[in-house]
């Protein structure tokens, strides 16, 4: 009876109990489809109306220079058991992959690319497997309740995905890479800037014979059994243009474009194959200042088409659209900033079966306020949704940064949050929706502190508490159709320590989290209570090489109680500087070939090995 994004497979009319639970959480596919000096650095997501957050807000932030370090090949492999977050993989490259933070699911965690929405309408969670990592300039991820600013599905907190950017002159780069289970990988970019402009555009392609992830066809009570490896291919490419003119002024167009194919292990009704597609498109701006004001405005569009195939026999196919429209003032009062706003969101469904309702529209205003007083810092967030399904919602946020000396600053916060219910859990026809669902609600609390000193050396730790209510919740005791549970509650930690100087980089990180549905004490599902990850990267001379270690303790699945068990994995990485411009590099992953899952009956890939070599300004 716990809450879990549904996964990519769809229900058909024809299906039985044991084809909803499959469809449910089995198959690994992701159809389901101002002021100045003064002012605390406030992080301004271009597409979208509201500053983000400041100094004193969880965040962590992965920088290109990080990506090509680790030599990371996926979001996944990025993310994974780092402070705060969880990770859920369905069976490796191209298989469902969901980001959660402290604690909640990921159908709670808001995804943008270049702060635009991205996420399937119809399963109501965002699904990372496909975006590419060649062509991300950097991650940002904010822990806590950001609803205050964003509106909808932002309880856990915001991820946010920023493609590559041009810089003055011209920066081409290249990889090509090669390896273990027929893996094929390259990637070109360009990217520059002339005067008042800037640009970057770049592709990649990946590709991999994958695996057999779902080899285990018993202990699932509606296991499916395909011994074949499952492949994987994605062709991806993205474009930015920017314009910045004088006094804060700036015009810029930004698309990202992925047409990926990935088999699985499924059957006639739910498919064994799938192409997903997805179009990412923004436009934003702001006019230059005139006196203590700036106007910003920004539009968005994403679209996510995934259609199911058995055996090259079309299936179904489920598609989203959403659409963004913002617009914000922004008022640089005394030592402040005051933003007043607006936006709108349109979301539409289409599909091979019928939904009873096919779109929604949400409405909100917005007003945020960032201070620093003496060595106090201060934001505040408020806003107002209107629904057209739901009706109205308030939501907001405090966040405090007290500066005690240089080195030392304790942190703390309160917000809220809400979350509207998926199209399939509100509309899928065939008995196994509930368009009587309520949307759900939290409140976060959280107290901590940020320490850095001259030597290098960095490190924080936050203490939170949630709770949820009207949580969404499924299981077979109502035949899978979903309803609202009391209270859940997530209570946890997250540690980060970090070390960085011209010759070592090192960054760690701790969580522990007892997340529960308050009803009956049984913790939430595929949540571990504790997860940590080592970073530890050393450079000598042309040479450079890195070791990353990383786990979690077990977890269970939400309807049958599964366990998938803890495990601790490592891998390996090193790097020879050719030339300044040319890198020779290799990755051992999964050194120790462990056995391990994150869903229960979907492998995780044993030792694999990959060659790659980079070219880069």
Known sequence: MYKFPMSGRHRTGRTTLACAYLTACSFPLSALAGSPSTLPDVNITASHGAPVAFAGVPETVITRAEIERLQATSVLSLLENRAGINMVNQGGPGKITTASIWGMSGSQTLVLIDGVRIGSLTAGAAYLENLPVALIDHIDIIKGPRSGQYG???????????????????????????????????????????????????????????????????????????????????????????????????????????????????????????????????????????????????AGRNIERQTQYYDGKYVSEYNSRQDSFSLANDFSIGQGLLTLGADRLNDHVSSSVNYDVTSRHNNGVFTQYATQIADLSIQTALRHDSNSQFGTANTGSVDLSWQLNPSLALTGGY?????????????????????????????????????????????????????????????????????????????????QLGWHNADWALNSSATWISAVDRETGVSIPRQPKWSGRVDVDRKLGAWRMGLTVRGQTATHESTFSQINNGFATADLRLSYAYSQNWHI??????????????AYDYNQAGRTVLFTLRYGL
């Open 415 to 495: 917000g809220t949050g809400f979350h509207v219910p998926s199209f399939n859990f509100l509309y899928y026809p065939g008995g196994y929706a509930n368009p009587d669902l309520r949307p759900e609600h939290s409140r976060t609390a959280r107290l901590g502190f940020n320490w850095q000193n001259n030597n290098g050396w960095t490190s924080s730790l936050t203490a939170f508490r949630t709770r949820t209510r009207d949580l969404i919740a499924s299981s077979a005791s109502t035949n899978f159709v979903p309803y609202n549970i009391n209270q859940a509650q997530s209570i946890g930690a997250e540690w």
């Open 152 to 298: 909808a599905d932002a309880m856990g907190g915001v991820i946010q995905i920023f493609t590559r950017k041009g810089k003055k002159g011209i920066q081409p780069s290249f990889s090509i890479a090669g390896g273990s289970n027929k893996t094929f990988e390259t990637s070109a970019n360009v990217s520059g800037g002339n005067g008042p402009f800037d640009y970057s555009i770049g592709a990649s392609h990946q590709g991999t014979g994958g695996f057999n992830a779902y080899t285990d066809t018993t202990g699932s009570p509606f296991a499916v059994n395909q011994p074949d490896n499952d492949g994987y291919r994605n062709n991806s490419a993205s474009g930015r243009l920017n314009y910045t003119g004088d006094n804060g002024a700036r015009l810029g167009v930004h698309w990202l474009g992925t047409n990926a194919f990935t088999d699985y292990d499924g059957s006639s009704f739910a498919g064994n194959q799938q192409r997903s597609r997805q179009q990412n498109f923004g436009l934003d701006g702001a006019l230059m200042k005139i006196g203590i004001w700036q106007l910003r405005a920004s």
């Open 585 to 598: 590099e290799a990755k051992l992953s999964n050194v120790l070939d462990k056995q391990y899952q994150t």
